[in-house]
């Protein structure tokens, strides 16, 4: 393994990883557009969504390096390379695969792999996450991942799985390092272009930031 890839910069500024999960991707370049306008500017388009490739480089091509955009849902060594292929700058998992994090990791490219107990945020660390993907996070809560962090203080873990807006402040005092939130933030926007239900996305958007007390806006920092 090469030198374990750093944490994505969006996600390190923003603390918020946007997760777009849809029936179909034709709504998610609007979606992508809107987090975006709300500074919320890493986005992981999960594979169970039909079309999720060609939306996940149709949205790099019109937001450009600003927006980082990754692929979720990477179960398998074949999916990852399909994804970096696209164009994915990170990839997540709901689960420790350790040819998936190594594909990543030996690409120079970050990977997020899903685990909940202490062995399997330690065997996930050791392949080469950039961070550790708490899944599903709401299982334990807060007080699950405040008893990770104690024995393992030195590795990143990312919230996921049930977190809210509401919720995304307890996680990261309990010591997370960012939370993703995929259905509480869109409520429907991916199946709805209207421009009130994309406004009303780009608010959360900007509420789910003030929440965790993100370190910058989009366009606001230049790393």
């Given at each position: 393994m090469r030198e374990r890839p750093a944490l994505t910069p969006q996600l390190g500024r923003s603390r918020v990883m946007a997760i777009l999960r849809s029936a179909d991707a034709s709504g998610l370049p609007a979606v992508a557009r809107a987090l975006a306008s709300g500074g919320v500017t890493c986005l992981e388009v999960t594979l169970t969504t039909a079309g999720a490739l060609d939306a996940l480089a149709a949205i790099r091509a019109e937001l450009g390096p600003d927006v980082a955009v990754g692929a979720g849902t990477v179960i398998t060594a074949g999916q990852a390379r399909d994804a970096l292929a696209a164009g994915a700058e990170f990839l997540v998992a709901p689960v420790v695969d350790t040819a998936v994090v190594r594909n990543a990791a030996d690409s120079g490219i970050p990977c997020y792999p899903g685990a909940w107990t202490p062995t399997e945020v330690s065997q996930a660390w050791r392949a080469g996450a950039a961070a550790v993907k708490l899944f599903p996070a709401s299982t334990g809560g807060p007080a699950h991942l405040r008893q990770l962090?104690?024995?393992?203080?030195?590795?990143?873990?990312?919230?996921?799985?049930?977190?809210?807006?509401?919720?995304?402040?307890?996680?990261?005092?309990?010591?997370?390092?960012?939370?993703?939130?995929?259905?509480?933030?869109?409520?429907?926007?991916?199946?709805?272009?209207?421009?009130?239900?994309l406004e009303a996305l780009t608010v959360r958007a900007r509420i789910l930031l003030d929440v965790v007390g993100a370190t910058a806006r989009s366009g606001e920092a230049s790393a």
């Amino acid at each position: 393994m090469r030198e374990r890839p750093a944490l994505t910069p969006q996600l390190g500024r923003s603390r918020v990883m946007a997760i777009l999960r849809s029936a179909d991707a034709s709504g998610l370049p609007a979606v992508a557009r809107a987090l975006a306008s709300g500074g919320v500017t890493c986005l992981e388009v999960t594979l169970t969504t039909a079309g999720a490739l060609d939306a996940l480089a149709a949205i790099r091509a019109e937001l450009g390096p600003d927006v980082a955009v990754g692929a979720g849902t990477v179960i398998t060594a074949g999916q990852a390379r399909d994804a970096l292929a696209a164009g994915a700058e990170f990839l997540v998992a709901p689960v420790v695969d350790t040819a998936v994090v190594r594909n990543a990791a030996d690409s120079g490219i970050p990977c997020y792999p899903g685990a909940w107990t202490p062995t399997e945020v330690s065997q996930a660390w050791r392949a080469g996450a950039a961070a550790v993907k708490l899944f599903p996070a709401s299982t334990g809560g807060p007080a699950h991942l405040r008893q990770l962090r104690a024995p393992l203080p030195d590795i990143p873990l990312v919230a996921v799985g049930g977190v809210g807006i509401d919720e995304a402040r307890d996680y990261l005092d309990a010591g997370a390092c960012a939370v993703g939130i995929g259905s509480p933030l869109l409520r429907g926007a991916d199946q709805d272009s209207t421009p009130q239900a994309l406004e009303a996305l780009t608010v959360r958007a900007r509420i789910l930031l003030d929440v965790v007390g993100a370190t910058a806006r989009s366009g606001e920092a230049s790393a």
